[in-house]
């Protein structure tokens, strides 16, 4: 919940300019906007590099939901992904396994890239709970098999271990590396073949600083970025750090 429509479209407007400039990161880049400037960010950077995506959506197609967002309206204003099941929504707002799956399968009904993210507290993680707890999450927030493929055309996971995020606190790369190896294990048992076109993300306090070392870890192929989002170079300096 950060910028006005001023604010929103120069940062955009930067991060545009670097990607289109002759370095350019050779990268996919996504930018997801509140709703309120979600439109006018996706006219902006229509014929750019940089993709355009919703922060969360709404399980159903339409009704009285009064003050909420369908998936199918992301799509019409200019969306291609929608991050669903961020840990602020899933542990400061209460939202459940059984939630994001609902809206993992709108999403995809609705022909956008559903970015699902999953994440143990810090009491989990003390508790030697987060393989447990990565498991039980995309168990229950992931569609079953019949409700339609899920591979690298439409499913995105993003790691975020919860007590990270915005505290300036990192995994070490070994426990990021155990963390990311198990959700490729787990996504090979409720996909299957797809699952290695699964695109796995990492975010908790990813910098420019740290960036480097993280996208170098296996099965780490990029970054959900909080707060150095919201400076144009620091998001394209994380971005120029991809490897392989």
């Known amino acids: 919940m950060n910028n006005l429509a001023a604010e929103g479209q120069a940062l955009a407007g930067a991060i545009g300019d670097i990607a289109a400039s002759g370095d350019s990161p050779d990268c996919d880049l996504l930018v997801c906007p509140p709703a309120t400037i979600l439109q006018t960010i996706a006219a902006q950077l229509a014929d750019s590099a940089v993709?355009?995506?919703?922060?969360?959506?709404?399980?159903?197609?339409?009704?009285?939901?009064?003050?909420d967002v369908s998936a199918a309206m992301l799509a019409d204003i200019g969306a291609s992904y929608v991050i669903l099941g961020h840990s602020e929504r899933r542990h400061g707002l209460g939202e459940t396994d059984a939630m994001i799956q609902a809206k993992v399968t709108a999403a995809l009904g609705a022909g956008l890239i559903a970015i699902a993210?999953?994440?143990?507290?810090?009491?989990?993680?003390?508790?030697?709970q987060t393989l447990d707890v990565l498991s039980r999450q995309l168990d229950g927030s992931l569609p079953s098999a019949g409700q339609g493929a899920l591979d690298g055309t439409n499913l995105v996971v993003a790691y975020e271990p919860v007590w990270a995020i915005g505290t300036g606190r990192t995994p070490t790369n070994e426990e990021i590396a155990s963390?990311?190896?198990h959700i490729r294990?787990?996504?090979?048992?409720?996909?299957?073949?797809?699952?290695?076109?699964?695109?796995?993300?990492?975010?908790?306090?990813?910098?420019?600083?740290?960036?480097?070392?993280?996208l170098a870890i296996d099965n780490v192929d990029g970054g959900?970025?909080?707060?150095?989002?919201?400076?144009?170079?620091?998001?394209?300096?994380?971005?120029?750090?991809?490897v392989g």
């Open 117 to 128: 993210c999953i994440g143990e507290t810090e009491a989990q993680r003390d508790a030697g």
């Open 179 to 181: 963390a990311h190896d």
């Open 185 to 214: 294990a787990c996504l090979q048992r409720l996909v299957g073949s797809g699952a290695e076109q699964i695109r796995l993300l990492y975010g908790g306090s990813m910098k420019p600083e740290n960036a480097a070392a993280i």
């Open 224 to 242: 959900l970025i909080g707060g150095a989002s919201l400076k144009a170079s620091d998001f394209c300096a994380i971005a120029d750090a991809t």
């Open 51 to 67: 993709a355009v995506g919703g922060q969360n959506c709404h399980a159903e197609p339409s009704g009285a939901y009064t003050g």
